[in-house]
């Protein structure tokens, strides 16, 4: 079954920049991973500390894969204190 994530980044303050060109580093490899189905990266246009992904997964199990990749690891050590909040929605669509 499909599951989307939504997932919410915030940005320290004066850390708006290195978390965007450290997010932005994530889209490619991970569009590539098997069940990626769509992996979009967007930011808020009054908030520049505030990021979303709206992530779209052939199933739970391979979302979950994902959620060990290298990729994401580099970015979880690089990003260390410049995220003050990050919070990740799994859902289902209902219609």
């Given amino acids: 079954m499909a599951l989307t994530i939504l ?8 850390k708006e920049d290195l ?7 994530l889209v490619a490899p991970t569009r590539a991973e098997q069940g990626c189905l769509q992996y979009d990266l967007h930011s808020d246009n009054e908030n520049p500390a505030f990021f979303v992904f709206y992530e ?3 199933s739970r199990e391979l979302w979950q894969q994902h959620m060990k990749a290298p990729h994401l690891a580099a970015f979880k ?10 919070t990740v929605n799994e ?5």
């Fill in 56 to 58: 779209n997964w052939e």
């Fill in 91 to 95: 859902m289902s669509k209902v219609v």
């Fill in 7 to 14: 997932a919410q980044i915030t940005a320290a303050a004066g």
């Fill in 19 to 25: 978390v965007r060109k450290e997010l932005e580093k």
């Fill in 77 to 86: 050590k690089a990003t260390d204190g410049a995220v003050s909040n990050l």
